[in-house]
């Protein structure tokens, strides 16, 4: 203990002479008519660097609210949240300075050209190496509306504050600053910060710095806050308390974390029982408060527990509550203490919190299930899931994102990283390495690691490659793998037994590495399902071949416990029993499991559903392998008995994906699928249609939403023929081959999006081009342009057949993309149904088809919020007739983009619609009933 005080205190002397100190000064004034803070700030900078510096920078992320067009406006619009972006002027937030000197003299700033959240200011007298700089400021602070990134003022008045004044950039050689995108993660150097804070008195203030005094006069209470070596100043002013203070000898905890089920007492004792985790963890927090918030657990929850209902609850009350401290508290003691680059360099902080959170599971519940109590109810318990411990979600997250080949670098940037693995995958990836590299080394090496690590960098700059250093210092192990390979890359991990031989006294096995990294494998043998032994692996290229003793062994299992995050465990065992034993039983279950690598799994699920008012409600059972998490090969059948109808249908398919890693061309399916519905009322379809599809995206950027896609199939229908239809008397039974490209960039403010199709049949082949336009103006006006061109290379159907020609406003969907709820329908409501394809007319005109060319333009614009005016022009043109121009317009409800709106036409070919008998029936709608294209909504804003 006493080497390690001269250490510590050693380190302390050369990093106060390093980095020495920095100081903020400020004043600020509260005003909570307009929701605006008048701010004077003193700022004292050391540039602890080898140079002089005659610029600097400062981060006014207030300001990063200002406009639609800054980063924080940007980020917040790629995820599909449009609040931001419709939201008045006075519910965002900005800054304006009216004076900066240095001295008493004035200096020259300016924001950056492209980040008006960074300044720019020259000073007017260089610092060289171990001065320091003085700036004065004072400015004006509009709070944004709390909507938005939950911090500002909200509906009722109250004020959560973070990043709301300016403070000084880092600059240690080189300068970092940011703009703000609404990720928490603003670097800056640390400070003895002292607050004079002037609210009204009915206000409750909340702060993690320590109140010094305070006093009322005139209705206005003065609070003076300080604190040393500072990087977080949250400050919260509520009209009614809502943070309960739990004081230990020396520490105390501040929370406004919810639970009403719980009494006082049982919160004390949570209380202290975290506090002793992370002091005999991390070492005494070197504040007298730390604060964890309702607002931390909302933007980075317990995942599992914040979807479920309130009425459902699997785990006690107390664990969820406990779960809930441990996490905020985990992260910000660290986030206080350990002085990382937050942008490039949080999977360090994150992988030692989530580490932590596991050890702190298994050292206090233990047999805590992941279903929690749900998994001791009957019908429940024979599932896999059912097995799982809670600590196993951990490596489930993660793998959503690896089976699907979405999964990105620990080390990337954090405004680089999808929002589903900047909030979950990647801090599990972190969590669970650390798990795996624990049991590699051993001996409770990483615990005692990470414990001197943040004892000796406490408040002082660090790195992930010092982490890396002073780690690789603490054991004689290479783990170069861990920072190489798990780390640095996206490498995914995939070990198999190629080969067993044994004899009475040994075992000699091949061990296969199917991808290429470095890291280690374990190897355990068993008896009985007992463990005989275990053993690591190292340095295995590609494969490797090894002797073990037999020691009466029947199995040999790579990762027996489940400690490395591998992506395919369903190949990892051999018996020494005999030829046959490897074969995987077959389990069945009904409803969806996880994925059980010892069996060959098969669900059911009932399936009750409504797809067309020609077979009414259909129920049916499903029968897949599909788990929880993706598989290469997937397979569905799915019979059905449709009430309406009175008959058997249903659909399947089989297919096989293969994913390509670090190259634009990601996904490569190909497969087959099949179905049997009606398409008119006793009239029946069958289709059959082997597909390839290539997929690509952005290698260097998964947040982009470009994507392209190359669809080729075969497409072959069977309908009943019906000799009173003029779609089915002729030519009933078709096939066509069907080519597509597609590149789209699907965004809330610029949606592009454009498609080729070239189709062959029997008697035609055509080829068409679509292009569609999206943009949301910063007036909240929206413009929808599409633009449709489509053309026969051959059409040697009859003249008095329509069947494949281009439709101006309603398609035949001969190849069955689309979903009609009544396809064959000549009048009534469900005639009525609007699909956004070909023509894209809304009105019903004369000339509904074209055989030989057709050309439309589709614009829509908005009136006030959700109401739209619409207008088509086009130009069809058929065989032996002269071209004939096609208009209409009309109002459009758009209460769900591409989901749900409502079309009434207005005028048109036809005249004034509006006033036209029956103008009911000219309404049009487009709806969707299909759970997974609803899905979509919810998928990409974290995909």
Known sequence: MKSRLFIFSLVFLVNYMSFGQNKIDLKADFNVRDHTIKIKQRIVYQNTSEKTLDTIYLNNWPNSYATKKTALATRIADEFINDFHLAKNEDRGYSVVT??????????????????DVLKVVLNKPVKPGESYTLNLAYVVKVPNSKFTSYGVTDIGDYNLRYWYITPAVFDGSWHYYSNKGLDDLYIPKADIDLEVNYPEYYDLTSELDKVKNRVRDSVKTQILTGKDRISTKLFLNKEPKFN????DDFSLISSISDTELDVLDKVLITERISKFLFQNFGQYPFNKLLVTQIDYDKNPIYGLNFLPKFIKPYPDHFQYELKVLKIALHNYLENTLLLNPRKEQWLLDGIQMFYMMNYVDEFYPDMKFLGSIADFWGVRSFHAADMRFNDKYVLGFMLMARTNRDQPLNMAKDSLLKFNNNIANKYKAGVGFKYLDDFINSDTLEAAIEDFLYYHKLEPTSTKEFESFLKSRTKKNIDWFFDDYVNSRKKIDFKIKSVRKTEDSITLTIKNKRENKVPVSLFTLRNDTIVSKRWIEAIDSSKTITIPREN?????????????????????????????????????VFQDVEDPYYNQLFFMPVIEFRNIYDGLTLGLRAYNKTLLHKRLNYKLEPKYSLQSKSITGSGFVSMTHYLENSDLYDVTYGLGFGYSSYAKDLFVRQFAPTVKLYFREADDFRSNKRQLVSLRYVDIHRDKDVNNILTKNEPNYGVFNARYIYSNDNLIHFNKWYTDFQLGHKFSKLSFTYEYRRLFENNRQLNMRLFTGFFLKNDNPLDSDYFSFALDRPTDYLFDYNYLGRSEASGIFSQQYIDAEGGFKSKLETPFANQWISTLNVSTTLWKYVLMYGDLGVVKNKFNDPFIAYDSGIRVNLVTDYFEIYFPVYSNLGWEISQPNYSQKIRFKFTVDPQVLFGLFRRRWY
């Open 99 to 116: 004076s900066m000197t240095q001295d008493s003299v004035p200096v020259d700033f300016k924001p950056l050209k492209d980040q008006i």
């Open 245 to 248: 203070r739990i004081k230990g």
């Open 553 to 589: 062994a029947d199995k040999l299992v790579l990762n027996y416990n489940k400690v490395i995050p591998e992506i395919n465990l369903r190949d990892n065992w051999k018996s020494l029993k005999g030829f046959f034993f490897n074969n995987k039983p077959l389990q069945v279950r």
